[in-house]
């Protein structure tokens, strides 16, 4: 059962490079999300995506992009790198049945993608 | 105002000791807490949750909620260096409550 999947663990960037990072799930959650995690700072939430084809903007959004054309996976894609995206990116996913039902708050998450942009 | 804090630490307590988390959050209409638990080079897994005021015991670990002063609190009795982790507090947001909002995260170390 391999849950959520992100790729790749690592990577340096060069300023002005982009990349995306990969993510999927095999657990037929309807929300996904990308967070980053800086030292201290918590996770500071991106993007997020209630279902296929939706998407949102979270605390963070500036300097990243996201699709969501399948239920599976929801890539964040990195225009333009900065030092600033020097950072742990995790993705999650979770199941939600109704809005207003907060009784589903559970989070799986990847372990993580370290991008480091010099 | 943030809308949920929490002492960095790092914290740092011998093996068997009781360890008390926690975190002070803003808005009086949040219901449900919980707490997630990060090892090192992992993502967070959900550790407990929490719905308005009151404690919750699961084995060693237990969430108290005290509302009336915005407070929230993950106790770890008899703790063990397994248990030296990140621990987050976080409170769900959204129309479905499934955005969460993290704290800092609390670096315990529980040394043999």
């Known amino acids: 059962n391999a849950g959520v999947t992100q790729t790749p663990k690592f990577r340096i960037l060069k300023i002005g490079q982009s990349m995306t990072l990969q993510c999927a799930q095999d657990m037929n959650h309807n929300y996904m999300y990308w967070y980053r995690q800086d030292p201290g700072m918590g996770l500071k939430l991106i993007y ?14 500036n300097g ?12 964040l894609r990195l225009e333009l790198a900065a030092p600033s995206q020097t950072s742990v ?14 009784n589903t708050g559970e989070l799986f998450f990847g372990e993580g993608s370290r991008l480091t942009v010099l | 105002q943030k809308e949920v804090e929490q002492d ?9 000791a009781i360890v008390s988390l926690n975190c002070t959050y803003s808005n009086s209409a949040f219901q449900y807490f919980m707490w997630y638990r990060q090892y090192s080079r992992k993502g967070p897994e959900l550790l ?12 060693r670990f237990t969430a108290q909620v005290d509302k009336s002063s915005k407070y929230i609190s993950l106790f770890i009795r008899d703790s063990q260096p397994s248990d030296s982790a990140t621990y ?20 315990l170390t529980v040394n043999p």
């Not at chain 2, 960095?8 to 093996?15: D, H, N």
Request: glycine share 14%; charged share 20%; with cysteine.
């Open chain 1, 48 to 61: 997020y995506s209630v279902g296929a084809g939706i998407t949102d903007k979270g605390e963070v959004p």
């Open chain 1, 64 to 75: 990243y992009n996201v699709s969501r054309s399948t239920t599976e996976d929801f890539p």
């Open chain 1, 89 to 102: 990116y995790f993705c999650a996913s979770s199941y939600s049945r109704d809005p207003g039902d907060f």
């Open chain 2, 8 to 16: 960095p630490g790092p914290l740092s307590v011998p093996e068997g």
């Open chain 2, 48 to 59: 407990m949750y929490t719905y308005s005021s009151g404690n919750k015991e699961d084995g």
């Open chain 2, 88 to 107: 987050l507090c976080a409170i769900p947001r959204g129309t479905s409550g499934s955005r969460l909002t993290f704290g800092e995260g609390t670096q």
